[in-house]
């Protein structure tokens, strides 16, 4: 398994290389809407290509921990920079409020499942109610980004600056295809978890 997980996490750490330099220097913020949320639908579907079609993602995808793929969704924890960016008038109430505490009620719930519960018997019905929900709650704070971009662009500029920017570029596509991830593998369990 560490052959296979090498190669993954350093085309990761490339990945997230080219997305915070990309951020950083201002590309990502002068993107005109819809190019963020293109890039975002590019990005994870990139990804989910390489699950079905490059045999070694696939086997680091079906063999990695189901708590390691879950622990990336304590990242969510970036809801509470949305209820601080809405409190500075940064970004607007139904993108940061609903999200925010949408994404800190999954990152809690995702802490909680990796810390506490093991993902087999009964504990796998946990993880698969935590995914469904997690995976609504995601669908839906990227479509109502993507709603409020369009009429809006100005309102949600903060996410295109970094190192919010890092979201579209970055950490919503592995979230999306880890919670696609998450249903194979959950609907169709393994004895080798």
Not at 171 to 184: C, D, E, M, R
């Amino acid at each position: 398994m560490q052959s296979v997980r090498f190669p993954v996490v350093l085309v990761g750490c490339a990945w997230f290389i080219v997305a915070a330099c990309a951020g950083a220097a201002g590309l990502v913020q002068k993107m005109t809407v819809p190019l963020p949320q293109v890039i975002l639908f590019a990005l994870t579907n990139i990804l989910l290509l390489l699950f079905w079609g490059q045999p070694q993602f696939r086997a680091w995808a079906l063999g990695e921990s189901l708590r390691v793929l879950v622990a990336i969704h304590i990242t969510r924890f970036v809801g509470f920079y949305f209820l601080i960016l809405h409190g500075r008038g940064e970004l607007p109430y139904a993108f940061a409020v609903p999200g925010g505490w949408g994404d800190i009620i999954v990152a809690t719930a995702a802490t909680l499942l990796v810390c506490f519960v093991r993902p087999q018997g009964k504990g796998l019905k946990l993880y698969l109610l935590w995914n469904l929900l997690g995976f609504l709650d995601i669908l839906m704070v990227v479509f109502t980004a993507a709603r409020l971009g369009l009429a809006e662009p100005a309102s949600m500029a903060s996410l295109t600056r970094f190192p919010l920017s890092l979201l579209p570029t970055f950490l919503v596509p592995i979230i999306i295809a880890t919670h696609i991830l998450l249903f194979l593998r959950l609907l169709h369990p393994r004895a080798d978890r």
